[in-house]
Nanobody, 126 residues
Framework: QVQLVESGGGLVQAGDSLRLSCAAS????????VGWFRQGPGKEREFVAA????????YYPDSMKGRFTVSRDNAKNTAYLQMNNPKPEDTAVYYC???????????????????WGQGTQVTVST
């Protein structure tokens, strides 16, 4: 079983950068791809980004390209989500999750992910 803990959220001004972390314990994170999702107030959960086991393959939906950067450091058992030039509409609870996928595979489907963190709140002010 994998335990995931997100951190790095908080209040940020629009245009400032912010990096979220996802620390894993219980099992080595390198066996899983990692996805990031978010859920804003009154909104459904939304896929933000995913990174393959090695970190070589990264996937973003078109709406997120250029605005987020996903990465990982398997030596630290941690994944990251960099928010570039955040906007008020990026206000949400951000979750990381793990997917037991082929080495260079990822998924944008929340139901494919097995383990989830508790989420970290990001609030972007104007």
């Amino acid at each position: 079983q994998v335990q995931l803990v997100e951190s790095g959220g908080g209040l940020v001004q629009a245009g400032d950068s912010l990096r979220l972390s996802c620390a894993a314990s219980g099992r080595t994170l390198s066996s899983y791809s990692v996805g990031w999702f978010r859920q804003g107030p009154g909104k459904e959960r939304e896929f933000v980004a995913a990174v393959s086991q090695s970190g070589d393959y990264r996937y973003y939906p078109d709406s997120m390209k250029g605005r987020f950067t996903v990465s990982r450091d398997n030596a630290k058992n941690t994944a990251y989500l960099q928010m570039n030039n955040p906007k008020p509409e990026d206000t949400a609870v951000y979750y990381c999750a793990t997917h037991f996928s082929p080495p260079e595979g990822t998924s944008s489907i929340a139901e494919a992910y097995d383990y989830w963190g508790q989420g970290t709140q990001v609030t972007v002010s104007t």
